[in-house]
């Protein structure tokens, strides 16, 4: 917790982060996880200054941004103050996968970016087990709510479920609400979670600095009778988004849940 006795940590220059945005990620960490209460007081400008090791215009502009968030509240003469009314425990309700597809539709708007009839990456037809050299749909889109830009998907299918998607279709309504019409049954689905360092194109489009971390989800969906029938990545800012896991009950002795899993070789 950052209190006069605590040791400093200091922020260090990052190339293509700016010191500012350091520390408003620091901030916003420590005020989503808890050390700061709704309502709570935060150390003034010469406190924050001494403990980051940072100039008054750093810490001025990482607050500005933090309340821009409604993470924030400043009242003058009396300080700086966590949001009353912060919600903690928001999008914790339990809900099936559809349903959390449903949500996400319901919740943000959709810029179709392309559609395209191509071949994938190896490692993209590897997994559709399709094969190598065999063209499939593709489609990139941007998920924002108002003026946020949030996540960017790219979605590949396989050309015979894919064919007749469009642009136009994919304005209206889901990709996977769009092969559900065409008959597939959606069976089991597999997940990856990864941390990626944000590239110039997503950088752009997820309005962030190059390089920063970005969260990649990528998603392998088959039917019911084990035959994959979409390869999603999504790409999001943990500025904006998180990914929550729901696990019920019944499936905790039997169920498959997410796994961590380390690409280091045994000693």
């Not at 749909?137 to 830009?149: I, K, Q």
């Not at 065409?182 to 600095?209: C, D, M, N, S, Y």
């Not at 990528?218 to 999001?236: A, K």
Request: aromatic share 4%; with cysteine.
């Amino acid at each position: 917790m950052l209190t006069s006795s605590a040791p400093p940590q200091r922020i260090e220059k990052t190339p293509g982060t700016a010191l500012h945005r350091q520390l408003f990620l620091v901030l916003r960490e420590q005020i989503l996880r808890g050390v700061y209460a709704p309502g709570a007081l935060l150390p003034n400008e010469d406190e924050l200054c001494r403990h980051f090791g940072v100039s008054k215009i750093t810490v001025r502009r990482a607050l500005s941004d933090l309340k821009q968030q409604g993470l924030l509240e400043r009242h003058q003469g009396r300080g700086t103050f966590v949001g009353a009314q912060l919600q903690q425990a928001r999008g914790l309700e339990a809900m099936s996968f559809l349903d959390a597809l449903k949500a996400r539709g319901r919740q943000t708007q959709v810029r179709v970016l392309e559609v395209q009839t191509v071949v994938p990456p190896g490692a993209v037809a590897l997994q559709l087990q399709i094969p190598s050299g065999t063209a499939a749909v593709y489609a990139a889109r941007l998920r924002h709510l108002g003026s946020t830009d949030l996540i960017v998907t790219e979605a590949w299918v396989p050309l015979d479920l894919g064919r007749g998607v469009t642009a136009a279709q994919l304005k209206r309504r889901p990709l996977y609400e769009i092969l559900q019409a065409q008959g597939v049954a959606f069976g089991r689905v597999i997940e990856e979670i990864t941390a990626v360092a944000a590239t110039p194109l997503l950088a752009k489009l997820l309005h962030t600095e190059l390089g920063v971390p970005l969260l990649r989800l990528t998603r392998l969906m088959y039917d019911q009778e084990e035959r994959p029938v979409e390869h999603l990545t999504v790409h999001m800012n943990p500025e904006h988004s998180r990914v929550l896991l729901n696990l019920p009950p019944t499936e905790i002795g039997q169920g498959v849940a997410s796994r961590i899993v380390h690409d280091v070789a045994a000693p």
